[in-house]
T-cell receptor, first 114, second 115 residues
Framework: GEDVEQSLFLSVREGDSSVINCTYTDSSSTYLYWYKQEPGAGLQLLTYIFSNMDMKQDQRLTVLLNKKDKHLSLRIADTQTGDSAIYFCAESNGVTGGGNKLTFGTGTQLKVEL | EAQVTQNPRYLITVTGKKLTVTCSQNMNHEYMSWYRQDPGLGLRQIYYSMNVEVTDKGDVPEGYKVSRKEKRNFPLILESPSPNQTSLYFC??????????????FGPGTRLTVL
């Protein structure tokens, strides 16, 4: 089945850039997503990228997709303390589980230090 | 306000005592899904529903039931909860269009502890 992997922790200083990485195995992934989970809250969609794109930028967020290596990354520029959260990578292939099923990574806990 | 609501938000119960976690969405979404979140495992799908009266198993369905009698509601039922079902549960919903991106909206989560 599909598998999505992420490192568990990342610590950065405020103002630096953060890069969170993700690898996936499903070669038929259609969309890849980044979700943010703040403490005690649900998941909030940050951004997504269609599989025929290799980059997407949205304000401080840059998503890079290397489809050949099945590698996805999220770069947060000028990281702020409010960016401290768990970040989940997820993918869907438009077929599995009724087409809308998301397969999630383990999540990366981002800690921003002053 | 477009949203997915879950109740209760927190629940502590004992082994074997049947419980239901409700999920409701006001966006007229066809697709609804339940996930559980466990440390180091991310979110795993329990059950999903493509539309009213259409439900199917996800990756970890054992010990759970669902129903979809109305479009807006998708309750998760634990007939005989066990301690290994202690987890954080999320309900999600989205449209179900074949050819376009369907953003999933998540509820706030239900933290369940089974003693």
């Amino acid at each position: 089945g599909e598998d999505v992997e992420q490192s568990l922790f990342l610590s950065v200083r405020e103002g630096d850039s953060s890069v969170i990485n993700c690898t996936y195995t499903d070669s038929s992934s259609t969309y890849l997503y980044w979700y943010k989970q703040e403490p005690g809250a649900g998941l909030q969609l940050l951004t997504y990228i269609f599989s025929n794109m290799d980059m997407k930028q949205d304000q401080r967020l840059t998503v890079l997709l290397n489809k050949k290596d099945k590698h996805l990354s999220l770069r947060i520029a000028d990281t702020q303390t409010g960016d401290s959260a768990i970040y989940f990578c997820a993918e869907s292939n438009g077929v599995t589980g009724g087409g809308n099923k998301l397969t999630f990574g383990t999540g990366t806990q981002l800690k921003v230090e002053l | 306000e477009a949203q997915v609501t879950q109740n209760p938000r927190y629940l502590i119960t004992v082994t074997g005592k049947k419980l239901t976690v409700t999920c409701s969405q006001n966006m007229n979404h066809e697709y609804m899904s339940w996930y559980r979140q466990d440390p180091g495992l991310g979110l795993r799908q329990i059950y999903y529903s493509m539309n009213v009266e259409v439900t199917d198993k996800g990756d970890v369905p054992e010990g759970y039931k669902v129903s979809r009698k109305e479009k807006r509601n998708f309750p998760l039922i634990l007939e005989s909860p066990s301690p290994n079902q202690t987890s954080l549960y999320f309900c999600a919903s989205s449209f179900s269009r074949d050819t376009s991106y369907n953003e999933q909206f998540f509820g706030p989560g239900t933290r369940l502890t089974v003693l």
